[in-house]
């Protein structure tokens, strides 16, 4: 339906019994009048959807009594819930989604006893669930997820034998288990996941259950033996609780409707007898991530529907089974966190969409099976051995959202031509044997999409990438809607991607990556050449690292402008001048290090520079002031004796004078032998020599241990 005034509808009072307005283009605020239509009986509103905004203001009183259903969804109802609602004692239909509800639920919704269907979903209602619902005989369906509820589920099972769905998901519930809950003859639907509750799970006492999420809670004990008898059940989801105990796999060979099941991060074992000859033939998707798992299970090989393999940080070792590689419909492969090896194989499942095979003992090449019916979104071969050269092929991979293959071998260029990819984001080349000029050698867009770049610890040279930074576009917009994380995803969300980055110094696993976390990582490479300013049109960068190279020249002022930068790493570098009194404008900043550097002057005073210790500065002997014990004289410059002794620093291949009268021809004649021969062997053993093998030791180490800022 195209614009229209809410006014219209107004000269229909007397004869309208049904409104139904999902999905039409209105704007403004609907007249509450509407409620008092003498003879309405259904009112449907919202699902709007775009930028259009409508509100409708609950009245206090009044309602039109014969009113039996009531959606609104996708609105802005006017806040809470008002008493009067107990008054549609007709009603038999209530859904209010989305509509910014907030407050506790009133307890006169216990008078609707009509009502079999009663939805509030994604509001900010709050308080408990009140225990006047257990005056609704009559209710079939109960949807309160996403909310804020809080305290015990209120729930008397004598009272509610007709439910079918109760879905109380994404609130702040605790408390047990009511027993009850699991003797509901009819129950079919029960989400309980991401709450707070504690205790065990119950035996059940009934068969309907079709659907059972009581992930991301509490709770404890073992999984009840009874749920073999759950014949009906598809989707089985017990993931992240203190669930513990042995799970013998033969548990679910009577599960034979089993589409979806999920027993990830909890402290279960799982037991698989490698004779068992059930299948269960309707398997979609199996996450058994963190169980203690030492071989695959194998009653999977005859799963031919299977379309989500999850099996990361088990104990599993050996080679990967051929008939893994032979399902037609698998999707997403996670093997990552084992004890795998082997190599890859070259004929790999072509509907796959993830292969995570992270730090596992592959070895060998990548294989070059990329061809250009490629649906690869996410590829992560990170921590193995696989050596030789990136696959070209891998450019066939249009919708390649990240590639990680850092921590191996491979030994290469750097690939220019993945640049094209439209949707590639993340791509981490770390610690490999990567080599020479990075800077893209075409005009036009590249990368345009990327927000994390991360080539450390490999022999990169040259200026940095001014090109590819130009073109960084995601790392430009600094738009985010704070109140609603997102995180990168598998395009139809069924799989949230991880990625091991340094932070601050520390390698961290993120096991989720928000949409709005960027990051660029060049260090310890052979890169030279100034900081280039149009680093600074990087509004959106989390953290930055250029240590480790041989990068000249001062910093760049224009890095003042990265407002929402918490780490940045210049340290180990050839950095002169001062440090620029713009950096002090970025109040996000929670680590810097610019040590070991040639800087000088004072060093800027306000905001985070005042929570900056020593270690930041150390080795740049010009710089003085806060934090440092080195006062600056009025001219805001260290004492001539200390930059004396800095300028020492920057000997290069100047003539140095040991002495004067005899001494000056001592001197002369070691000036000649600079330029004949190169450096003093006794400068660059005692000054250059070292640094070199603690420079080398520091990279070495860096490699193996969690790197230091």
């Known amino acids: 339906m195209t614009s229209v005034n809410p006014r219209f509808f107004m000269n229909l009072s007397s004869s309208l019994t049904t409104l139904d307005l999902f999905e039409s283009v209105l704007r403004g605020r609907f007249p509450n009048s509407i409620f008092r239509f003498p003879n309405l009986k259904t009112f449907g509103l919202g699902g709007l959807g775009g930028e259009e905004n409508l509100t409708i203001d609950l009245p206090s009183s009044n309602w039109s009594s014969p009113l039996q259903n009531l959606h609104l969804i996708g609105m802005d109802c006017g806040g809470r819930?008002?008493?009067s609602i107990g008054d549609l004692k007709s009603l038999q239909f209530l859904s209010l989604d989305s509509c910014n509800l907030e407050g506790s639920i009133p307890a006169s919704i216990g008078n609707l006893s009509q009502l079999t269907s009663l939805y509030f979903y994604d509001n900010n209602l709050s308080g408990q669930i009140p225990s006047s619902l257990a005056n609704l005989t009559q209710l079939t369906f109960l949807g309160l997820s996403n909310n804020q509820f809080s305290g015990p589920i209120p729930f008397h099972a004598s009272r509610f034998s007709k439910l079918i769905y109760l879905d109380l998901a994404y609130n702040l519930l605790n408390g047990t288990l009511p027993p009850s809950l699991f003797t509901l003859p009819l129950l079919e639907t029960l989400r309980l996941n991401h709450n707070q509750l504690e205790g065990q799970i119950n035996q059940f006492q009934q068969n309907s259950l079709e659907e059972l999420n009581l992930s991301n809670n509490r709770l404890q004990g073992s999984i009840p033996n009874s749920i073999a008898n759950l014949v009906n059940l598809s989707y089985l989801d017990l993931s992240s609780n203190h669930l513990s105990d042995l799970v013998v796999a033969d548990m679910f060979s009577a599960l034979q409707n089993l589409e979806s099941i999920s027993l990830s991060q909890n402290n279960l074992s799982l037991r698989v007898n490698v004779h068992a000859n059930f299948t269960l033939p309707k398997l979609t998707d199996f996450d058994l991530s963190s169980c203690n798992l030492s071989k695959f299970p194998n009653f999977l090989r005859h799963s031919d529907a299977l379309q989500s393999l999850l099996l990361s940080k088990n104990s599993i070792h050996g080679n990967i089974p051929k008939w893994i590689w032979e399902k037609d419909y698998l999707g997403v492969l996670d093997l990552s966190h084992n004890n795998l090896e082997g190599k890859i194989p070259n004929c790999l499942p072509k509907s796959l969409s993830v292969l995570n095979l992270q730090d596992n003992n592959f070895d060998g090449n990548i294989p070059f099976w990329f061809t250009e019916s490629c649906e690869l979104e996410n590829l992560n071969l990170h921590g193995n051995q696989m050596d030789g050269l990136l696959p070209r092929s891998l450019v066939n991979c249009s919708w390649l959202e990240v590639l990680d293959i850092g921590n191996n071998n491979i030994n290469d260029t750097f690939p220019h031509w993945l640049e094209s990819l439209p949707q590639l984001q993340v791509l981490v080349l770390r610690s490999n044997k990567f080599h020479g000029f990075v800077d893209s050698t075409k005009e036009g867009p590249s990368f345009p999409n990327l927000r994390i770049l991360d080539l450390s610890s490999n022999y990169f040279v040259g200026a940095l990438p001014i090109r590819y930074i130009e073109n960084f576009n995601a790392m430009m917009d600094t738009h985010s809607d704070d109140s609603s994380p997102e995180y990168m995803t598998m395009s139809n969300g069924s799989y949230q991607y991880s990625l091991v980055v340094i932070i601050k110094g520390l390698e961290y696993e993120l096991q989720r990556i928000l949409?709005?976390?960027?990051?660029?990582?060049?260090?310890?490479?052979?890169f030279e050449g100034e900081i280039p300013d149009v680093i600074g049109k990087l509004s959106s960068l989390k953290?930055?690292?250029?240590?480790?190279?041989?990068?000249?020249?001062?910093?760049?002022?224009?890095?003042?402008?990265?407002?929402?930068?918490?780490?940045?790493?210049?340290?180990?570098?050839?950095?002169v001048g001062e440090i620029p009194d713009e950096l002090v404008s970025l109040t996000e900043l929670s680590k810097l290090n610019l040590s070991n550097n040639h800087l000088v002057g004072r060093i800027p005073q306000g905001k985070q520079f005042n929570t900056f210790g020593n270690d930041s500065y150390e080795g740049n002997l010009g710089l003085c002031g806060f934090p440092l014990s080195k006062s600056c004289d009025e001219n805001g410059t260290q004492p001539s004796s200390f930059r004396e002794k800095d300028e020492s620093w920057r000997f290069g291949w100047r003539v140095v004078v040991l002495g004067y009268g005899c001494g000056v021809v001592f001197g002369l004649l070691m000036g000649y032998h600079v330029f004949r021969t190169g450096k003093p062997k006794w400068f660059v053993s005692l000054f250059d020599g070292r640094l070199s093998q603690s420079g080398r030791k520091m990279r070495k180490a860096r490699r193996v241990v969690p790197r230091r800022s």
């Open 543 to 575: 953290g930055l690292n250029l240590s480790h190279n041989n990068l000249t020249g001062p910093i760049s002022q224009s890095l003042g402008n990265l407002t929402n930068l918490e780490w940045l790493d210049l340290s180990f570098n050839e950095l």
């Open 515 to 526: 949409t709005i976390f960027t990051s660029i990582d060049l260090s310890e490479n052979k």
């Open 81 to 83: 819930l008002p008493e």
